[in-house]
């Protein structure tokens, strides 16, 4: 039972667009939530992490948002950059352990 | 200072071998986990350590798979017997303290082990 569903499974951009990944969890109780990023062949990368209480967070060209009531998430991307091609997973933690998405992968085109 | 590493970077091995995985956490770091990550999905949590121990080795898939942890430090993954769906990539991370209630601990993953089993 996949209780961090991701979408889309895959997405292609050209350079310079920018683009949203959608996350959607029904993790309980609910901690918090965590984007990574992870390239390939490497470990994955925290991005964002967000409780409860927040419903946005940036790092730099990524903006993280969260609807704990309806639980979902979603991850912005503005001006994309070839280095943004990687796989981007959503986790959430029930305050005992993660529970990680499937992640969506993203190309980025020149 | 230094990541997690993870060694060895790729492991091949006949079915029925045992394999040991190694991973070297960051200094300090009390928390050490252990993933597994088949093609195309997503990482399945398999067991982690707070120190030395294990409080919680629910996901180890079967009594094939092992782990330990000494000095609070290295730790190693042990799969005996292996079985084909065995491979995958095993990636190790640790963070300054277990995940808790409330506890936004970053957790700093390895490059993790590329197990192939033929």
């Known amino acids: 039972k996949n209780q961090v569903e991701q979408s889309p499974q895959s997405l292609i951009i050209l350079e310079g667009k920018n683009c949203t990944l959608q996350?959607?969890?029904?993790?309980?109780?609910?901690?918090?939530l965590r984007w990574y990023k992870q390239d390939t062949g490497r470990g994955p990368v925290s991005l964002t992490i967000?409780?409860?209480?927040?419903n946005t967070k940036s790092n730099g060209r990524y903006t993280a948002t969260l609807d704990a009531d309806t639980k979902q998430s979603s991850l912005h991307i503005t001006a994309s950059q070839l280095s943004d091609s990687a796989s981007y997973i959503c986790?959430?933690?029930?305050?005992?352990?993660?529970?990680f998405g499937a992640g969506t992968i993203l190309r980025v085109k020149s | 200072g230094a990541g997690v590493s993870q060694s060895p970077s790729n492991k091949v091995t006949e079915k029925g071998k045992d394999v040991e995985l190694r991973c070297d956490p960051i200094?300090?770091?009390?928390?050490l986990y252990w993933y597994r990550q088949r093609l195309g999905q997503g990482l399945e949590f398999l067991i982690y350590?707070?120190?030395?121990?294990?409080?919680?080795k629910s996901g180890l898939p079967s009594d094939r798979f092992s782990a330990e942890r000494t000095g609070e430090s290295v730790s190693t993954l042990t799969i005996q017997r292996t079985q084909q769906e065995d491979s995958a990539v095993y990636l190790c991370?640790?963070?300054?303290?277990?995940?808790?209630?409330?506890?936004?601990?970053?957790?700093?993953f390895g490059p993790g082990t590329r197990l192939t089993v033929t």
């Open positions: 996350c959607n969890y029904t993790v309980s109780p609910f901690s918090n």
């Open positions: 986790v959430v933690s029930d305050g005992n352990k993660l529970v």
């Open positions: 350590f707070q120190g030395n121990s294990a409080p919680d």
């Open positions: 200094s300090g770091h009390t928390a």
């Open positions: 991370a640790s963070s300054l303290k277990a995940i808790g209630w409330d506890q936004t601990y970053e957790q700093y």
């Open positions: 967000m409780t409860f209480s927040e």
